[in-house]
């Protein structure tokens, strides 16, 4: 199965900071089925970004992705309180759909 | 506007078996697959199994022994089917609807938390 590695597993930022998350896939993934998902305490995940760059809607424009192959990220231009959350990566290149193991970002 | 509902018994002993139902509303079962994915308490997501809009299946290997999925399109529900559950089958219980191989999974349900303890 493919397995998503994500890093940092926890991070923290001050509101105004730009944000980097990455996801690490074990085998090549298709840039088109690169999902990422925004799950909050107490809440089903929402999808925030798919094909590797795609906002969803209703998500705001400092958020982006970017990525091909191996390697993926999610990018917050400038940190908000409500952009504290869990973000999951997922892949639907191959069977396990498999997702990463979350990176929880926090407010500093 | 797109709804998915989840439902089930709650508590279910060890080694026993469940069932539960995701109920849609919103759109057909004859358009769109369904996925169900499980969250341990504290934990990651796990995809499970979905099952296609032309009701074929596709199950996570490392379950599919004691994993079963159906559908009633007529009643717009989707049924998973779990045996042999064990503690660690403790998780919150998801269904998402099968928004596209390029868009992911677009709607979720609220989940159904299921405990297995005895």
């Known amino acids: 199965q493919i397995v998503l590695t994500q890093s940092p597993a926890i991070m923290s930022a001050s509101l105004g900071e730009r944000v980097t998350m990455t996801c690490t896939a074990s085998?090549?993934?298709?840039?088109?089925?690169l999902h990422w998902y925004q799950q909050k305490p107490g809440s089903s995940p929402k999808l925030w970004i798919y094909?590797?760059?795609n906002l969803a809607s209703g998500v705001p424009a400092r958020f982006s992705g970017s990525g091909s192959g191996t390697s993926y990220s999610l990018t917050i231009s400038s940190m908000e309180a409500e952009d504290a959350a869990t973000y999951y990566c997922h892949q639907y290149h191959r069977s396990p759909f498999t997702f990463g193991s979350g990176t929880k970002l926090e407010i500093k | 506007q797109v709804q998915l509902k989840e439902s089930g018994p709650g508590l279910v002993a060890p080694s026993q078996s469940l069932s539960i139902t995701c109920t849609i509303s919103?759109?057909?079962?004859?358009?769109?697959?369904v996925h169900w994915v499980r969250q341990p308490p504290g934990k990651g997501l796990e995809w499970l199994v979905v099952i296609w809009s032309d009701g074929s299946t596709t199950y996570n290997s490392a379950l599919k022994s004691r994993l079963s999925i159906s559908k009633d399109n007529s009643k717009s529900q989707v049924f998973l089917k779990m045996n042999s559950l064990q503690t660690d089958d403790t998780a919150m219980y998801y269904c998402?609807?099968?928004?596209?191989?390029?868009?992911?999974?677009?709607?979720w349900g609220q989940g159904t938390t299921l405990t297995v303890s005895s």
């Open positions: 919103g759109f057909s079962l004859t358009s769109y697959g």
């Open positions: 094909s590797t760059s």
């Open positions: 998402a609807r099968h928004g596209g191989i390029t868009t992911g999974f677009d709607y």
């Open positions: 085998s090549s993934v298709s840039s088109s089925y």
